[in-house]
């Protein structure tokens, strides 16, 4: 049974748009949600987390936002770039223990 | 900076072969994984190890073993290589128990590429 859901797995937008990935997840007890990041032929990298005692993390021009009620957090990228093209997975952790990963969602750039 | 180093970046094995992923983490940390990626099913989990010696299965372990034998080191093997193993691998880390490990997640290797023909 999937804890970490991504829906819409592509998603094309213009440059300088904005582009959010949304995900929901199951199990009430996760308190870090993670968002990673993952080039073609490369491993994932660390994006940007957040801790569930908070609703919103901002690094640059990526911002996380969670909804502890509905389950649900998004990743919002503004303005998106061409090297934002990638496959961007969520992933929600209890305490220090295996993360819990969605389906990702292949994110389009178009210059 | 955590490095997570896997010995290939492209394999082609044959159909029967026993296959042999290296992974190798130069930070100490307890946890290390094996995932494979494929287009629509995201990451799953093969196998993990909390410590030298132990092992745990993930999600889908059948067809793979795994070995560690030294912290640092946690070897994938396919036992008799099948072109349904064709897929990215993924090894990660992480160090139990510490905010880096809370905030950052895992740290992953770049990965191998296994053709099964």
């Known amino acids: 049974d999937q804890q970490v859901k991504q829906n819409s797995p592509s998603l094309s937008v213009q440059e300088g748009r904005i582009s959010i990935l949304n995900c929901d997840y199951t199990?009430?007890?996760?308190?870090?949600f993670l968002w990673y990041k993952k080039y073609p032929a490369e491993g994932p990298t660390f994006l940007i987390s957040?801790?569930?005692?908070?609703d919103k993390n901002e690094d640059g021009r990526f911002t996380v936002f969670l909804n502890k009620s509905a389950k649900h957090l998004s990743l919002h990228i503004v303005p998106s770039q061409p090297g934002d093209s990638a496959v961007y997975f969520c992933?929600?952790?209890?305490?220090?223990?295996?993360?819990?990963f969605g389906k990702g969602n292949q994110v389009v750039v178009i210059p | 900076d955590v490095k997570v180093t896997q010995s290939s970046r492209y394999l082609v094995k044959r159909t029967g072969e026993k296959v042999f992923l290296e992974c190798v983490q130069d930070?100490?940390?307890?946890?290390m994984f094996w995932y494979r990626q494929d287009p629509g099913l995201g990451l799953r989990l093969i196998y993990f190890?909390?410590?030298?010696?132990?092992?745990e299965k993930g999600d889908i372990p059948e067809g793979y073993s795994v070995s560690r034998e030294k912290k640092e080191r946690f070897s994938l093997i396919l036992e008799s290589a099948s072109t349904n193993q064709t897929s990215m691998y993924l090894c990660?880390?992480?160090?139990?128990?510490?905010?880096?490990?809370?905030?950052?997640?895992?740290?992953f290797g770049s990965g191998t590429r296994l053709t099964v023909v």
């Open positions: 199990n009430s007890m996760f308190d870090y």
């Open positions: 992933a929600a952790s209890v305490g220090n223990n295996r993360l819990a």
């Open positions: 190890s909390y410590d030298v010696k132990m092992k």
């Open positions: 957040i801790s569930s005692i908070k």
């Open positions: 930070m100490d940390h307890e946890n």
């Open positions: 990660a880390s992480t160090l139990v128990g510490s905010l880096q490990g809370l905030y950052y997640g895992y740290t």
